[in-house]
């Protein structure tokens, strides 16, 4: 059993209509409800939950956070900030969807602004699958179109991925890198592009493959953490293997 523990800071479904209609119960409840039956122990946190719902109890039996955040990125506490990196750095996998880009402990982990251009005009999107044989895109087509989502553009300020699994076009001429792997520390981390808040993309049974497959991707394996710091020698010096 996979425990994934989704974060969603909830502020928009509470104080915009538009986004209540497509969400009423918030990003994080139909995640889940779309996640459900995958085999995943899944439980969710907010922000306005004491210590943002990712206590010390939480994040230390979470194997996969998945992050959602857009207009109070400033609103989460440095502290649990440093919290969620360590347990990425100590093996936790991380999922970052859509504005979560901008969050801090994405920020934090890529080491750049993670800035970009965008333009909110309900375009055509294509996620165009550029990586086919990798684990995050397995029963996925060669594309997936979305009639509406927001404009994402190049450049994308962050580090070169490890991976590159999916590259959007959009209807306005932009490209995106949309679906990028890294590893930082003993963490896996996938970032995965659509999710604009007023569209119903987190519905789409192709969105909810593409991140119940990430998530597998990005258990943690359980092997010996390695030893750093002053070290014994392994044989008498002066030894040598022939």
Same mark, same amino acid.
């Given at each position: 059993?996979?425990?994934?523990t989704?974060? *969603?800071?909830?502020v !928009?479904e509470?104080? !915009? ?5 497509v ?13 459900? &039956?995958e ?5 969710t ?5 004491? #210590? ?7 994040? *230390?039996t979470t194997d996969?956070l ?15 900030? %440093? ?7 100590? &093996?936790?996998? @991380?999922? $970052?969807?859509?504005?979560? /880009? @901008? %969050?801090k402990?994405?920020? #934090?982990?890529?080491g750049?602004?993670c800035?970009?251009?965008w333009?909110?005009? &309900?375009?055509q ?5 550029v *990586?086919?044989?990798?684990? =995050?895109?397995?029963g996925?087509?060669?594309? =997936?179109i979305?009639? /509406? ?8 300020? +962050?580090?070169?991925p ?13 490209? @995106?890198r949309?679906?990028c ?8 981390i996938?970032?995965f592009?659509p999710g ?10 192709? =969105?909810l493959?593409? +991140?119940?497959? %990430? =998530? ?6 359980? /092997?010996?953490?390695?030893? @750093? ?8 010096? &002066? *030894? $040598?293997?022939?």
């Amino acid at each position: 059993m996979i425990n994934v523990t989704i974060w *969603n800071e909830f502020v !928009h479904e509470k104080i !915009h209509d538009e986004v209540r209609e497509v969400y009423p119960e918030g990003i994080h409840k139909a995640l889940a409800d779309g996640l459900s &039956g995958e085999g995943y122990a899944i439980r969710t946190a907010t922000l306005d939950e004491p #210590e943002h719902g990712l206590t010390d109890e939480v994040l *230390n039996t979470t194997d996969v956070l998945i992050w959602w955040g857009h207009m109070a990125h400033d609103r989460v506490s440095d502290e649990i900030v %440093s919290k969620v990196v360590k347990r990425v750095l100590n &093996g936790m996998g @991380f999922v $970052v969807l859509h504005s979560g /880009h @901008f %969050s801090k402990p994405f920020k #934090e982990l890529m080491g750049t602004s993670c800035d970009l251009k965008w333009r909110e005009a &309900g375009e055509q999107e294509i996620i165009w699958t550029v *990586n086919p044989s990798h684990p =995050i895109a397995e029963g996925i087509d060669s594309h =997936i179109i979305l009639e /509406h989502e927001e404009m994402y553009g190049e450049f994308f300020d +962050i580090p070169t991925p490890d991976e590159l699994v999916f590259l959007s076009n959009f209807q306005g001429g932009e490209v @995106f890198r949309s679906g990028c792997t890294f590893k930082r520390g003993e963490g896996k981390i996938f970032y995965f592009r659509p999710g604009h808040e007023t569209y119903p993309t987190y519905y789409r049974p192709e =969105i909810l493959r593409v +991140i119940s497959n %990430s =998530i597998r991707w990005a258990y943690p394996l359980h /092997h010996t953490k390695p030893v @750093f710091g002053n070290s014994e020698p392994v044989r008498a010096l &002066g *030894n $040598v293997l022939v």
